[in-house]
């Protein structure tokens, strides 16, 4: 199993000043798509954002703008200056290696986390950055792909189950980061899968592929440890928030998020020592199988010692050796040495060697 190397993102520019927009990430669209969903308790509308056109909200429905792809500066920045957010926000928004984190602006908030994906067939984690910006009446959301991330959240806010359509943009915002955390304990059914089927390999037939196998799901299992640490801190804070936005029950649902952030990060630190387990147990195996060599090996030296010994005696050019004229001489010399093996084949099944 081949471990793909990734694209090496661009870095920021030394040297340039803080609020810089530039997008440091890698292209995945060729151009970008925006969705505007509009919803409140009694209807829902979704169309295709004209990026032609300017942003807006209505005071009495929540606005949802869903962009996908980052490469286009001008039309973030433009959602920027509409919704008056902060340059280094912006910035953030498209330097596409942040940390996951919370951050309050007055009435508003900025959240980034990682979205993670896992290709069963081919054993892959895939890492895609997402940013929210909320305020009291909308969302901005910021992916770098096309994929549906929060297919979930959107069939929950067309089909009006739940309470997602009665509540705010801060509930909105807790569903999304919530859809991307349920997909982290998918993730871990995923490793517990593949750990299980390398304990399987390793005691059946431990292989090069196997330590392979095992060095890859450690990486793997890094790079989620370093999505979940920060994100436990941003989670945390934002179940401490007192921002106006933020409604008292919508803290009741950020704080069982965070419960489940806690329990990601427990189940992390286990899978890691199982791991650790597994590789001793993939070095223990195959010390016993080399010792188990060595062992038959031993023995087959054990036994041809004595033969070879009497072959060496009999072999030497002496005239005068007596064995060498008895009428059977050749037969008893067989004889003795079958003996022998047998004698030895005896002992070591006694002492259980065999």
Not at 33 to 38: A, C, E, F, L, N
Not at 103 to 118: C, K, M, P, S
Not at 188 to 212: G, H, Q, V, W, Y
Request: hydrophobic content about 40%.
């Amino acid at each position: 199993m081949k471990t793909k190397r990734k694209k090496q993102k661009k870095l920021k520019r030394s040297g340039a000043p803080p609020g810089t927009l530039e997008f440091t990430g890698e292209q995945r669209l060729e151009q970008v798509v925006v969705h505007q969903i509009r919803y409140n308790g009694e209807e829902i509308s979704e169309v295709q954002f004209d990026l032609k056109s300017n942003p807006g909200t209505l005071p009495e429905k929540v606005t949802w703008y869903d962009v996908r792809g980052l490469h286009d500066v001008a039309l973030v920045e433009r959602f920027g200056q509409h919704f008056n957010i902060h340059p280094l926000v912006l910035e953030d928004i498209l330097h596409t290696q942040q940390r996951p984190k919370f951050e309050e602006y007055g009435d508003e908030a900025f959240i980034v986390i990682n979205a993670l994906t896992y290709n069963k067939a081919e054993h892959e984690l895939n890492s895609e950055q997402i940013a929210l910006y909320f305020g009291e009446n909308f969302l901005l959301s910021f992916q770098e792909n096309a994929d549906d991330t929060f297919l979930a959240v959107r069939e929950r806010l067309e089909s009006a189950r739940g309470r997602i359509r009665n509540r705010k943009s801060d509930y909105l915002a807790y569903a999304l980061v919530d859809n991307v955390v349920d997909n982290y304990f998918q993730i871990l059914e995923c490793f517990e899968e593949r750990m299980e089927t390398l304990e399987a390999d390793i005691n059946t037939d431990p292989s090069r592929e196997t330590k392979e196998g095992i060095h890859h799901l450690k990486f793997q299992m890094l790079a989620l440890r370093k999505s979940v640490m920060p994100l436990r801190e941003a989670v945390g804070k934002f179940s401490r928030s007192e921002s106006k936005i933020m409604d008292e029950s919508t803290g009741l649902f950020v704080r069982d998020l965070y419960d489940h952030v806690i329990r990601i990060a427990d189940l992390i630190e286990t899978y890691r020592d199982m791991l650790n387990g597994l590789q001793e147990l993939y070095l223990s195996e195959l010390s016993i199988r080399m010792n188990n060599v060595i062992q038959v090996l031993t023995i087959i030296t054990t036994i041809f010692v004595p033969l070879t010994f009497l072959a060496g005696i009999y072999g030497m050019n002496f005239d005068n050796i007596p064995e060498l004229h008895f009428h059977h001489g050749y037969y008893y010399l067989w004889g003795v040495m079958g003996l022998i093996s047998i004698a030895s084949l005896v002992y070591f099944k006694k002492k259980k060697w065999i």
